[in-house]
């Protein structure tokens, strides 16, 4: 059995400012074995940082066990403003048996601000 881990961050910003006003991430450890063509999630975390006052960040995750040789770690996050939903942002972290690592983003742009510059 072999492990990698890898972490997906971002940010949501106000558009007409550039100003950061949440950050949200996830931490996802795999475990592989090629010689059983097997793959899944060891372990997985994720996170938030609120960075303005009234903006906050739910967050939540999950495993998508597409089959016994691929899997994905998926991160959820929902800004809102004062109680007030805004936003969504998705991070999937995918794994297969030989231990390779791809990542996919989502965002939805429901108002006026923008989730960006998510990465490794």
Known sequence: ????SKTASGHFYLVDSGETVAEY????????DTSLNAVGVKGSNTWTLSKKSGWKVDDW???DTISNQYVAQ??????SKDNRHNNTAEIRVYCDHYGNITLDIFDNHIGPYYC???GW
């Open 1 to 4: 059995m072999r492990y990698k």
């Open 25 to 32: 991430g996830m931490d996802v450890t795999f475990f592989y």
């Open 61 to 63: 995750d999950y495993t």
């Open 74 to 79: 998926v991160g959820i996050f929902g800004l």
């Open 116 to 118: 960006c510059n998510v």
